[in-house]
Nanobody, 120 residues
Framework: QVQLVESGGGLVQAGGSLRLSCAASGSIFRVNTMGWYRQAPGKQRALVADITPGGSTSYADSVKGRFTISRDNAKNTVYLQMNSLKPEDTAVYFC??????????????WGQGTQVTVSS
């Protein structure tokens, strides 16, 4: 039972904050690096942050210093704290392992994502 469920998105003014949550299946969470990805209209999905099972993190330059990724292994949950939001952060945000989860047939699996909209 593979599951990736994102939540916490919404509409916020520039400079505001949001905290995203991702509930993941334990089978894919426990031993994998988990990441947050985003896709803006007309653009490719891109990795913005990830975190290893041991807690080591990395960030895209565009979000470094503003976003913080964390994980709670007991809850099979990964979080993205987003501060100082900018209009260019507007996108649908997805969680997944890094590299993304492959299902039978070799296709990547994605959840529904959560919409983040930042107004100027």
């Amino acid at each position: 039972q593979v599951q990736l469920v994102e939540s916490g998105g919404g509409l916020v003014q520039a400079g505001g904050s949001l905290r995203l949550s991702c509930a993941a299946s334990g089978s894919i969470f426990r031993v994998n690096t988990m990441g947050w990805y985003r896709q803006a209209p007309g653009k490719q999905r891109a990795l913005v942050a990830d975190i290893t099972p041991g807690g080591s993190t990395s960030y895209a330059d565009s979000v470094k210093g503003r976003f913080t990724i964390s994980r709670d292994n007991a809850k099979n949950t990964v979080y993205l704290q987003m501060n100082s939001l900018k209009p260019e952060d507007t996108a649908v945000y997805f969680c997944n392992k890094n590299p993304p989860l492959r299902v039978l047939g070799g296709h990547d699996y994605w959840g529904q994502g959560t919409q983040v909209t930042v107004s100027s």
